[in-house]
């Protein structure tokens, strides 16, 4: 098979032009996170450049704000006082031993989205959009926007095209972290109306060690699309263990007594518009559930 | 560097050599006797079978495009498939370009970057989803070369740029969602040897995938169906919910051909309906009006196709009556039961939240042209099997761009001419984007009234 007039370069050339050409920097999509407060610094765009301000130059002093920041820490700090005298996590204990459901989150009216950040891509350069608002009548919220998978052109970034809603970090009085505590149920229980597009839930519970930062549980949403709204129940012992987006090889079920915060992601791939509606986020103790882990734990690539 | 475009073609053998000097064949011998040249290249038989030539090698010449022989510029490896891209793009020429490299050079040089090039490149000629292919590529790795012989190979990642190359090769196969077989395993162990990082992705895809293959409630049947009414039936029925639904097709796609020589075509139009609907309708009120709301879209995995429904606002509380169930309609079991369960908090099965009425839907449609006119024959085609619907006003309110689904009758204010008796409106909303387009769209909208 030959093919005339073909350039060819010498055979020495394409061994130094190899390493020049950084087909080998691979990257990972980074972590669609929007900017956490207890991070350093943040996500870093590659091309930007780093910030030379020292961390006491970002906090802002203002009387006002800080008059009312005060006034709602002492609040905080009063209901956490007085909710242990009726109960654990201020219910009374018969409820929280006994309750087969919990709501955690209604969409109604506009204070509700005060709880949830949205991101896509336009962090680290892509074309994306997302809008979070609440929905027809306050009686759900709409998260709709534009994917658009064109990577930014930084050199680094291969793959690009998602976006994100996540819940904020639930504060306590004086923002210390107050973590969710689900350990009493197992399954998850969404009110979703979708487009068809399919969408990825994921949880982030509180970890100890720095490398386990990134660590997410994740599993798919599937909506139907159409008018009709569509209950979606997923038991937490289908999260799978992902790191930065890659599934690791040692899986466990997640840890439900501290969570952080939950998330759907839209990454499929499919340039256009999308939107899902959620009416409301709860969790349930199934009965018929008795399953413990949907994936080996067994060791399934041992050392070399 | 003088003859640095020389390219040495061994025609009966059909293998090639490049090299930088000439070579010579022996007949009697059948091996190659190497002439040593300024570049000190060497040519060996490398795991190959020797060669036997029956005739003069012939020494041909490549030159640059532009005529010059000596120019030093850097040529990549994408340009032997750009070259192969003027003429056509296609999966023959793919493998050609891949049959080329392979012959060209039995020591496989520069094959690191021709595999990324190809990975690049395999979108634009359409082959990104086809195993065969990938399969092939992976064939340019010359093989045994990369497996480690002894403890401190393995130990210290032999070869690492061929393993991130090959552990690209599989990433691009595992996002377009392509699953490896048998012959992937066998290249890569004979490339790289087990355990080397190409076989633990290998095995992380063959372990992962089958489990998430059929984790879709909704599956999406791949291929899609061509024909645009197919699609339309497979979609309706995918939103219905509702097994019972029954699909009619109003109208199959055709041009017309007018007085004046002029060609409009029609669209299709397909629309599902529900017993259920049907006796939601039947029961509606004929004093409120009905709306034929949309386009609404929906993701087929990629393909978005949009459909149109056909809703009323939610009865207000006042006139709600309770539906008596008539014991007789069935025997079989009671349709009614009135248990004092004794549940505790422990039993309680419902979620705190406060139920949502949304306003029954009574129909929907999917049609590739949405205007007033088409909806109109959609409407009529239902009122066959719902004769209320000749009764009730039906207001269309179809807009360009994503809507949100239903909600109660509250319009925004300029929305619609004739008020709906008895709807809300909600003045003052804040205006984003899709607000905005309504708000422009407005005298654009079509309205009408249907009696």
Known sequence: MSLPNISRVSASGLLRSSCDLRWLLRSVAPLAAPRRALTHMGYRRPGQPREDRPPWWRVKFDLAKGLKGMKRHFKLLKEEFFAPFVGPMG????????????????????????????????????????????????????????????????????????????????????????????????????????????????????TYYTHQKDDMYSYFLYTRGGPYWQDVKIPFSKFFLAHRGRIQDDQHPVWLDKINSIGFTLGDKADGPFQLEIDFIGVCKDYAHTEDFAYEKYKRNPEV | MKCSRCLLQLVRSGRTVVQRGSLLLSPSSGQLIVQHNQQQQVLRQFRCSPVSAKSQPELVRFVNDDGTKKTKSLVTQEDLFEQVAKESKTKATFNQVIDVFTKTDIRRRGHVEFIYAALKKMPEFGVERDLTVYNKLLDVFPKEVFVPRNFIQRMFNHYPRQQECGVQVLEQMESYGIMPNIETKVLLVQIFGEKSHPIRKYQRIMYWFPKFKHVNPFPVPQPLPEDPVDLAILSLNRIANDLDAKTTVYQLPFTDITESGEEISFPHIVGIQSPNQMELLAKHNPNRPVFVEGPFPLWLKKTCVYYYILRADPTPPEEKEEEVYDPERCFYYPLQLDLDLDRDLGDEENFDVDDLDEGPVFAMCMTSQGDQATLNQWISGLQQNNPILGRIPTLFRLDAGTRELEGVADTEAGHSHQPPPQSQREDGLPAEDSEAAVEEEEPRRSRGMKQ
């Not at chain 1, 409820?95 to 950040?117: A, C, D, I």
């Open chain 1, 91 to 206: 219910k009374p204990i018969i409820e929280h031993m006994l309750e087969q459901n919990q709501v955690l989150w209604e969409f109604r009216g506009p204070h509700s989205l005060q709880e949830w950040t949205i991101s896509c891509d336009r962090e680290i350069g892509g074309k994306s959009e997302i809008y979070l608002k609440v929905g027809r009548n306050n009686e759900s919220c709409l998260l709709y926007g534009t994917l658009c998978s064109d990577p930014p052109k930084d050199g680094e970034t291969r793959y690009s095209g998602y976006c994100t809603m996540r819940s904020k970090q639930p504060l306590a009085s004086f923002d210390r972290k107050k973590y969710h505590d689900w350990s009493s149920f197992n399954t998850l229980h969404l009110r979703v109306r979708g487009d068809g597009r399919p969408w990825m839930i994921n949880i982030v519970p509180e």
